[in-house]
């Protein structure tokens, strides 16, 4: 396909000489697939009528690109100008009849003759002059010259460089353009930042812009002329996908006394915990003061794992808090230094900025930021809004954790934090049954699964459905499986192939899953459509669940989905079950609305009771520590009870 045509499928405007010559040319009135064979090197189609629909698609797209030229050169009055069509312009009446003037001219050159005997000798030869028409022949005459001298000048300034400052609706597709206005990025300056700022998917952020659109973008903005008339270079976090990011390849951050990520946090060497109140004797650490110290009970989790972020997470905000609130060591914190931790945590996010300020250094807005910011981002923060009470019980949990490990090994002298047990502990203890779905509720979304159209996202979520409910996997785990985990073995006696999953629970414990047959030929089908015929022909670190391919990207229908968006994806599928039963059972629809992805793992523990598995082999396979924590899925002896409560409805009806 000619490249002429394969640029009207990008988001930057590319106009070139031959566009101009198109356009001139369809001013003029010619024939619009002469025009296209003459400068867009197409061939002549057999469907004449396709071919015109074709052509006429191209004069939309060139005039687009020539109003936004237009604006991005200083010249918007040209924009109305070239919107003009070019019947709008034509000659009002027969060329063959002359103007009055021109009448004059030729007939009474030395002004013999009066105005009205010149109107009557004129009448005579061509009948009454229409001024009217004179008039709008004179002014589409001065539109259409005014039309190809703007034609022209943008053709002389359609090199123009981009600046800092210009409106990305100047560079810019209109139709992306539009998309990045509505979402507060309406100039090359406010783009370079965003991107910056937020990494490889900060198109994310910008609804109905995909990868696609992304990468051209970035490709442009990268270009030497583009980049040096900018006079700024895209970061490699925004360049680069995060998993992709070598130390190298990252600017050296300069560290600071603020509230910023613990790799970035300088602290003040008067408060680093080298000699803090509450340190130890003889630590087996070799730990020199608290920020090393934290690090050594970090480096005891699994690099990447969801309980190394979430035990980070708590660690680095007790860190910041101790330095920058209560003006103190870690390894100097009391007691009541805890208690007030506790508050902080409480308040955050629920006081007024007044009420805020008379007890705290920092304002709330400086230690909260909305939801999904990186850490490299400038405007990250360690809180994403306030914390409901379970939150902070797990928060305080975790520092109870941190705290003993350090008391443990001599690195402080007590754990101040164990005077507090009743906020260090759940406020249930095990999971709730409730959470979890009736057998006439999961046959309502099979039902709606099967509604959807037989598309990439339908097969993607029938698997994610089928892995979870039979698998009792919790979220991280899921998402988290690769073909390396599935092993097959032989029941014994039997010669047909079973087959199983190994996850990596909490705590890095591993446990073995056995899998039905049914999800194991969910999982055949689902490789086959994302190209591998056979399980043998999937490479090892090929994820379970993948992300949807993007078109025209190869190798990306293995690309994983990460856990924060599987458990959007399934979100999103329940709310759509949910409002597919609304009217018929409100009851219902709201319980759907609030599931999620660990209601799976609840419903397939009492489905599976239910259904005759034993408490130990339910136990196993969720990896629950005793039966006591499996035992809540247990109520057969509710049902019995409610089964003969429900004998005394007749006599205790009125």
């Known amino acids: 396909m000619p490249a002429a045509w394969t640029e ?28 296209s064979r003459r400068y867009l ?36 009055s040209s924009a109305k100008l070239l919107r003009l069509e070019p019947d709008a312009l034509r000659i009002s009446y027969a060329p063959h009849v002359p103007t009055l003037d021109q009448f004059r001219e030729e007939r009474d050159p030395h002004e013999m003759f009066s105005e009205r005997e010149l109107i009557e000798l004129f009448s005579d030869e061509f009948g009454v002059p229409d001024k009217s028409a004179e008039r709008r022949t004179q002014r589409n005459a001065r539109l259409r010259s005014k039309q190809l001298s703007a034609l022209l000048r943008l053709e002389e300034l359609v090199g123009a460089s981009p600046h800092l400052e210009d409106g990305v609706d100047g560079w810019l597709d209109p139709v992306i353009a539009t998309r990045l206005i509505d979402a507060g990025i309406t100039t090359l300056g406010l783009l370079v930042q965003a991107i910056n700022t937020r990494g490889f998917r900060w198109y994310t952020k910008v609804p109905r812009i995909g990868v696609k659109a992304s990468q051209q973008i ?68 070799s730990a020199r003061n608290d920020l090393e110290a934290i690090n050594a009970w970090l480096s005891r989790y699994k690099s990447g794992s969801h309980t190394l972020r979430a035990y980070r997470k708590e660690a680095e905000r007790f860190l910041l808090w101790s330095i920058l609130e209560a003006r103190k060591p870690v390894s100097s914190l009391t007691v009541e230094d805890c208690i007030l931790y506790r508050n902080f945590l409480w308040y955050l996010g629920r006081q007024t900025p007044e009420v805020w300020s008379e007890t705290y250094r920092f304002p709330q807005a400086q230690w909260i ?50 005077a507090l047990p009743a906020l260090a502990k759940p406020a249930l203890k095990g999971p709730d049954a409730s959470r979890s779905l009736t057998v006439a509720e999961w046959k309502l979304v099979k039902k709606y699964l099967d509604s959807l159209p037989r598309n990439q996202a339908y ?48 705590g890095e414990k591993l446990r073995r899953v056995q899998l039905n047959s049914n999800v194991v030929d969910e999982i055949r089908q689902y490789f086959r459509l994302r190209g591998h015929e056979t399980l043998g022909n999937v490479p090892a670190e090929t994820p379970l669940i993948a992300a949807i391919p993007v ?43 609030r599931a999620s992805t660990h ?15 034993t408490l130990e082999t339910v136990r196993d396979l969720l990896g629950h520590k005793s039966l006591g924590t499996t035992s809540v899925y247990v109520t057969t002896e509710k049902d019995k009870r409610s089964r003969e409560v429900e004998r005394l409805k007749e006599l205790g009806s009125f």
Not at 236 to 259: E, F, H, S, W, Y
Not at 599 to 613: K, S
């Open 8 to 35: 009207r499928g990008t988001v930057l405007i590319r106009l070139g000489r031959h566009h101009f010559a198109f356009y001139k040319g369809f001013l003029d009135g010619l024939d619009l697939r002469v025009l």
């Open 41 to 76: 090197e197409t061939t002549p189609d057999a469907d004449a009528e396709m071919d015109l629909r074709v052509s006429k698609s191209m004069v939309k797209w060139i005039r687009d690109q020539l109003v936004v030229t237009a604006k991005r050169t200083g010249y918007p």
């Open 218 to 285: 970035i490709d442009w903005l990268m270009l030497p002329e583009t980049s040096q008339s900018l006079g700024v270079k895209l970061s490699a976090r925004g360049i680069v996908p995060r998993r992709d990011l070598t130390p190298a390849m990252l600017p050296a951050v300069q560290l600071q006394t603020a509230i910023v990520p613990m790799e970035n946090f300088l602290i003040p060497h008067e408060m680093d915990g080298a000699f803090g109140a509450n340190r130890g004797e003889r630590t087996s650490l």
């Open 369 to 418: 930021a909305r939801r999904g910011v990186a850490r490299f981002s400038p405007e990250w923060r360690p809180f994403e809004g306030p914390l409901s009470a379970s939150s902070q019980r797990t928060a305080l949990t975790i520092l109870q954790s941190m705290m003993q490990w350090l008391t443990e090994q001599s690195y402080l002298h007590n754990n101040p934090l164990r």
């Open 459 to 506: 097969y993607r979520m029938r698997f994610i459905l089928a892995l979870a409910y039979n698998s009792g996997c919790r979220l991280s785990e899921l998402a988290s499986l690769r073909r390396s985990n599935l092993y097959s073995f032989a029941r014994a006696g039997e010669d047909q192939i079973q087959w199983e999953v190994e996850v990596t629970g909490k």
């Open 551 to 593: 078109a025209k990207l190869p190798g990306s229908a293995d690309d994983p989905l990460s856990a924060s968006r599987l458990y959007r994806v399934l979100k999103h599928f329940f709310r759509d079950v949910a409002s597919s039963v609304v009217a018929d059972d409100l009851d219902t629809a709201q319980k759907l609305r």
């Open 599 to 613: 209601w799976l793992r609840h419903t397939f523990a009492t489905h599976g009771i239910h259904n005759g598995m």
